[in-house]
């Protein structure tokens, strides 16, 4: 009997290690698959912030869509008819659109001014439009001016088509950036051309042409 005992305790005991052994890596695998789980992006997250996107930018048409265009009646300092320019909120900025005629052909600065006042000289337009206080020119490394924009080049006929975006100001009223402030806004055309760098003007010269936006 005792022989008997002797041969099964052995049997019982690799039984039991086999059994331990077969366990081990399952729980493993079990316990691997819950971290990777646990870490892995969710699928499902997907089309939610893809609706949310979805939803965001159709608000933002809405509220651009939702904005009227504004505009500004563009005249020389002798009192001559420049042209209209046409303000468009977008999703990207305010787009400026129009035609001047009459304009010394060549490079000119054209600028977003924050006073909406037009009487020649025109200095009456106060200075660049810059709310957020800052130096003038895109090549300033402390600019630039909400107001500053690339220049015109006018051709020998004197007549330019704008397209413009500026992405640093709104039509919306109420916001820091809004050209519909206190006081008003202006669009002013310089004699010469914007140097990008120079505070507070950009050496642009006198103000040729000028219309309140409104």
Known sequence: MSHLIAIA?????????????????????SEKSTIESSTRPRSDLAPVKMAQRAKDTAASKKSAAATPP??????????KD??????????????????????????HALHVH???????????A????NPAQKKHGKLNP??????????????????????IVNPDITLEKGKPNSVFQDG????????????????????????IACGVVK
């Open 82 to 107: 420049v042209g209209t320019v046409t303000l468009t909120q977008t999703r990207t900025g305010v787009r400026i659109t129009g035609s001047l005629k009459g304009l010394p052909p060549g490079e």
């Open 9 to 29: 305790a052995p049997v019982l005991l690799l039984a039991a290690t086999s059994a331990v052994a077969n366990e081990l890596p399952s729980r493993q695998l």
């Open 70 to 79: 504004a505009t500004a009646d563009v005249k020389s300092a002798d009192g």
């Open 142 to 163: 402390e600019g630039h001016h909400a107001g500053d924009m690339d220049n015109i080049t006018v051709p020998a006929s004197g007549n330019v088509a704008l397209k």
């Open 184 to 207: 008003g806004t202006a669009v002013v055309v310089h004699a010469g051309k914007d140097d990008y760098t120079t505070d507070p003007a950009g050496n642009a010269g006198d103000r």
């Open 126 to 129: 106060g200075p660049h439009f």
């Open 114 to 124: 924050s006073v909406g006042k037009c009487e020649p000289p025109f200095t009456s």
